[in-house]
């Protein structure tokens, strides 16, 4: 009996999706040609972001965003809180809402209404301060999660976001989690 319920255990983790790639296409308009651009999933839990680096990666409107990347990250380490907005507690739109609302940058506050804000870009043309959207509910079949770009390193994007286990933190889009349940970028600013 024990060697059939470490079997399933082990089934059970490998089939959690924890380590997928995606792979994304995308047209460059000026020479007619398709590029392929796959993100592979890291097994790192760590993350640095090296904020002196706004060359490349800085948005269109580049010391706002900073600014917005500065307000959300004081509140790293905050726990999670459905429908929370403070110190105490924070969700991922709350998270969004507070940081931008600082700076005079009116979102809705619900994650799938906020993905209806901004345009739409490819995600090869984040920048910080763009917004991440993902489904992570395989009952409900909306947007129901919100990240917010901090950093993107080469073909490595963080982003901070509440999540429900780990509260207020920075991730990669290379997890395999994120990356399987991303949908969608937008530019805001």
Not at 36 to 49: D, G, L, N, Q
Not at 58 to 85: C, F, H, M, Q
Not at 104 to 122: C, F, K, T, V, W
Request: include cysteine; charged fraction near 30%; aromatic fraction near 10%.
């Amino acid at each position: 009996m024990r060697k059939i319920v470490y079997i399933f255990l082990g089934l059970l983790v490998v089939n959690c999706g924890t380590y997928k790639k995606k792979t994304s296409y995308s047209k460059n308009k000026s020479f007619g040609e398709t590029r392929k651009v796959t993100v592979e999933a890291s097994e790192s839990k760590t993350v640095e972001i090296d904020e002196s680096d706004h060359e490349d990666n800085s948005s269109p409107n580049g010391p706002v965003a900073d600014k917005i990347i500065n307000t959300a990250l004081t509140y790293s380490g905050t726990r999670y809180k459905y429908g929370g907005t403070t110190k105490k507690g924070m969700d991922c739109s709350g998270l969004l809402y507070v940081s931008f609302g600082e700076h005079d940058i009116a979102l809705p506050r619900i994650s799938y209404q906020m993905a209806e804000e901004g345009r739409r870009i490819r995600i090869n043309k984040v920048k910080k301060g763009d917004l991440l959207f993902f489904k992570t509910s395989k009952r409900k079949r909306r947007i129901n999660h919100v990240g917010m770009v901090v950093a993107v390193e080469g073909d490595d994007i963080k982003f901070i976001h509440a999540s429900t286990s780990r509260g207020v933190i920075v991730s990669s889009l290379r997890e395999g989690y994120w990356n399987y349940a991303f949908v969608k970028a937008t530019r805001v600013l």
